[in-house]
T-cell receptor
Framework: DAKTTQPPSMDCAEGRAANLPCNHSTISGNEYVYWYRQIHSQGPQYIIHGLKNNETNEMASLIITEDRKSSTLILPHATLRDTAVYYCIVRAGGVTDKLIFGTGTRLQVFP | GAGVSQSPRYKVAKRGQDVALRCDPISGHVSLFWYQQALGQGPEFLTYFQNEAQLDKSGLPSDRFFAERPEGSVSTLKIQRTQQEDSAVYLC??????????????FGDGTRLSIL
């Protein structure tokens, strides 16, 4: 079962910041938080990941709360091409290191 | 290309036929994963390879599903005697290292399989 909880859908105006929340209250100390997105008819695209510190790359920022029980993915200036399903995944590594996807958040960016 | 490549992009088969789906991972990537994605759902894990070794096949739904990666590079997912419930998008992903949560998995665009 997925270890994360996300809202099923969100809207965002083009040019504004999109803030996508994720709850992972049962996360363990060695588990990473990963974010992927999936645009229609494409495979999931890696966005960003983090353990406990906030992270930023060219695509997004990841803010992880101090207790690590929740996180927020921030797309600073959303564009229409950011319309997609966003998946928050808690990943432990281990022998298999498989990803366990939930149902994600469907982000709709409107003009 | 630089990404994970899957072929065919679309496959239509009659119920009872065998199908083979191919995955070309990113060059040098040790780990390879297969996932199955039903319509409206997130991808679900099928199986995992580290080089040529299949270390986890716990997600394969039945013994009709078989995967191989004989030379530690290209992988093939085979489904025998296909059923309508096998209709889904089959995704392949690869990552650089053998294990470790610091290495992101990179996905192909999948094969959409339709069983008539």
């Amino acid at each position: 079962d997925a270890k994360t909880t996300q809202p099923p859908s969100m809207d965002c105006a083009e040019g504004r910041a999109a803030n996508l929340p994720c709850n992972h209250s049962t996360i363990s100390g060695n588990e990473y938080v990963y974010w992927y997105r999936q645009i229609h008819s494409q495979g999931p695209q890696y966005i960003i990941h983090g353990l406990k510190n906030n992270e930023t790359n060219e695509m997004a920022s990841l803010i992880i709360t101090e207790d690590r029980k929740s996180s927020t993915l921030i797309l600073p200036h959303a564009t229409l091409r950011d319309t997609a399903v966003y998946y928050c995944i808690v990943r432990a590594g281990g022998v298999t290191d498989k990803l366990i996807f939930g149902t994600g958040t469907r982000l709709q960016v409107f003009p | 290309g630089a990404g994970v490549s899957q072929s065919p992009r679309y496959k239509v088969a009659k119920r009872g036929q065998d199908v083979a789906l191919r995955c070309d991972p990113i060059s040098g990537h040790v780990s390879l994963f297969w996932y199955q994605q039903a319509l409206g759902q997130g991808p679900e894990f099928l199986t995992y390879f580290q080089n040529e070794a299949q270390l986890d096949k716990s997600g394969l739904p039945s013994d009709r599903f078989f995967a191989e990666r004989p030379e530690g590079s290209v992988s093939t997912l085979k489904i025998q005697r296909t059923q309508q419930e096998d209709s889904a998008v089959y995704l392949c992903a690869s990552s650089l290292a053998g294990t470790g949560a610091r290495q992101p998995q990179h996905f192909g665009d999948g094969t959409r399989l339709s069983i008539l």
